[in-house]
Nanobody
């Protein structure tokens, strides 16, 4: 079992920044990769970024490259998503997810564990 708790969401104006955190606990083999997904109202959940716990390799969705940065702490128990130059279209519920796969990418079905989400609202 894996537990994921997100924090750091909030409201910000366009151009601003937020840093999301995801505290992960439980079976380490079930969280080889940790990722951030987001879901806006009326839209499907989409992958934002993922990090492979073992070596810190990262992978981003094309639309977030250069604006968002995913990282983890040395203990590999917390994953962060630094979001800069935020746009109104970044408004969504952001979810942390864990996968036991070595290379799950940003494929929704590869992630078995999900947090409750944290809301990000960007106003113009």
């Amino acid at each position: 079992q894996v537990q994921l708790v997100e924090s750091g969401g909030g409201s910000v104006q366009a151009g601003g920044s937020l840093r999301l955190s995801c505290a992960a606990s439980g079976d380490t083999n079930s969280r080889r990769a940790l990722a951030w997904f987001r879901q806006a109202p009326g839209k499907e959940r989409e992958g934002v970024a993922t990090i492979y716990s073992n070596d810190g390799t990262t992978y981003y969705a094309d639309s977030e490259k250069g604006r968002f940065t995913i990282s983890q702490d040395n203990a590999k128990t917390t994953v962060y998503l630094q979001m800069n130059s935020l746009k109104p279209e970044d408004t969504a519920m952001y979810y942390c997810a864990a996968s036991s796969r070595r290379w799950p990418g940003l494929i929704f079905a590869q992630y078995a564990y999900w947090g409750q989400g944290t809301q990000v609202t960007v106003s113009s």
